[in-house]
């Protein structure tokens, strides 16, 4: 059985920083108590994250010897539960039923918080995108985390959070690892790509704003086929002009944090976002320093 194992420095990276804002949010909501406070966790997974160091197998993680000796990290829905004081509520979504179970341990380590606690086996597109209306936000307050797999969030949803003017949102995006990799760079993707693009996007703006004409000979005359002209750096600075769209030009934090993997390429890009300037300022602080490393685990 193959193994697949997660997780690593920039893994612990974004937790710390997730962790040091959440302690602050919370310090700061202690002397609101008219606002309820909800901590979202969009894929929250099982709640636990074996590094990747330690090799252990996905599939035999309830019933492995090599459990003894494998490091962990708390996830994010485990950090937010070990905030005090406390979030009101939480709110733990994952697609997969078999994750979603496995959530259900955190109200048993967690008991003081359990009747707190909802865990819903669902698309985190749809659902959360219902939560959101359904909710009132005069009295509310949110921290949505959102730190998908690959390319699977939609930008409705980003524009339902954007509009809410209540909800943190802490976004991991897969310049790299997705958008990069699916803009081909001698053509236009193939359809399939580009409709993913488009979700992830907005709009088809990318098209024009990261291909250009390019003209060839051959036996037959003149072809034109657009060609990539972008690298990493013009996507990041696009992605974060696409939230000010929505969030408003000072309700992103400026300097999202680039997170490489071992060969220095990056990967991924920890933005963050809301209607609340002063969670921007403290957002950016965090995002440009290097807070203590979370360290959470079993």
Same mark, same amino acid.
């Given at each position: 059985?193959?193994?697949?194992?997660? /997780?690593?420095?920039?893994?612990?990276?974004?937790?710390?920083?997730?962790?040091?804002?959440?302690?602050?949010?919370?310090?700061?909501?202690?002397?609101?108590?008219? +606002?309820? *406070?909800?901590?979202?966790?969009?894929?929250?997974?099982?709640?636990?994250?074996?590094l990747?160091?330690? #090799?252990?197998?996905?599939?035999?993680?309830?019933?492995?010897?090599?459990? %003894?000796?494998?490091?962990?990290?708390?996830?994010?829905?485990? !950090?937010?539960?070990? !905030?005090?004081?406390?979030f009101?509520?939480?709110?733990?979504?994952?697609r997969?039923?078999?994750?979603? $179970?496995?959530?259900?341990?955190?109200?048993?380590?967690?008991?003081?918080?359990?009747?707190?606690?909802?865990?819903?086996?669902?698309?985190?597109?749809?659902?959360?995108?219902?939560?959101?209306?359904?909710?009132?936000?005069?009295?509310? $307050?949110a @921290?949505?985390?959102i730190?998908?797999? /690959?390319?699977?969030?939609?930008? %409705?949803?980003?524009?339902?959070?954007?509009?809410?003017?209540?909800?943190?949102? =802490?976004?991991?995006?897969?310049?790299?690892?997705? @958008?990069?990799?699916?803009?081909?760079?001698?053509?236009?993707?193939p359809?399939?790509?580009?409709? $993913?693009?488009?979700?992830?996007? #907005?709009?088809?703006? =990318?098209?024009?704003?990261?291909?250009?004409?390019?003209?060839?000979?051959?036996?037959?005359?003149?072809?034109s086929?657009?060609?990539?002209?972008?690298?990493?750096?013009?996507?990041? *600075?696009?992605?974060?002009? $696409?939230?000010?769209? !929505?969030?408003?030009?000072?309700?992103?934090a400026?300097?999202?944090?680039?997170?490489?993997?071992?060969?220095?390429?990056?990967?991924?890009?920890?933005?963050?976002?809301s209607?609340?300037?002063? #969670?921007?300022?403290? +957002?950016? =602080?965090?995002?440009?320093?290097?807070?203590? %490393?979370? %360290?959470?685990?079993?």
């Amino acid at each position: 059985m193959p193994q697949q194992s997660f /997780g690593g420095n920039w893994t612990e990276d974004k937790l710390s920083r997730l962790h040091g804002y959440l302690e602050t949010y919370m310090q700061i909501f202690k002397n609101r108590p008219w +606002a309820i *406070t909800t901590f979202v966790d969009t894929f929250a997974g099982t709640g636990t994250i074996p590094l990747k160091s330690c #090799g252990v197998s996905m599939d035999s993680l309830f019933d492995s010897e090599e459990l %003894k000796f494998a490091d962990f990290l708390d996830g994010s829905a485990d !950090i937010a539960l070990s !905030i005090n004081p406390s979030f009101n509520k939480f709110l733990f979504i994952e697609r997969s039923l078999t994750k979603a $179970r496995e959530l259900e341990r955190l109200k048993l380590k967690y008991p003081d918080k359990a009747n707190r606690i909802e865990i819903v086996q669902a698309d985190a597109n749809d659902y959360l995108k219902k939560w959101i209306e359904k909710t009132n936000w005069s009295s509310n $307050r949110a @921290v949505v985390f959102i730190d998908p797999f /690959g390319m699977q969030v939609e930008w %409705k949803l980003l524009e339902a959070i954007a509009n809410t003017k209540a909800i943190d949102l =802490w976004l991991l995006v897969p310049i790299g690892m997705g @958008v990069n990799r699916l803009m081909t760079q001698t053509s236009l993707p193939p359809d399939d790509w580009q409709r $993913r693009l488009t979700i992830f996007l #907005g709009n088809e703006e =990318w098209k024009e704003k990261f291909y250009k004409p390019n003209s060839s000979h051959n036996l037959f005359g003149e072809e034109s086929s657009p060609i990539k002209s972008a690298n990493y750096s013009e996507l990041a *600075t696009y992605f974060v002009e $696409r939230l000010r769209s !929505i969030f408003d030009e000072d309700g992103v934090a400026p300097k999202p944090l680039t997170q490489n993997n071992s060969n220095n390429s990056p990967m991924y890009l920890l933005c963050f976002a809301s209607g609340n300037k002063n #969670g921007v300022k403290i +957002a950016h =602080w965090l995002l440009t320093n290097k807070p203590n %490393k979370w %360290k959470g685990g079993t």
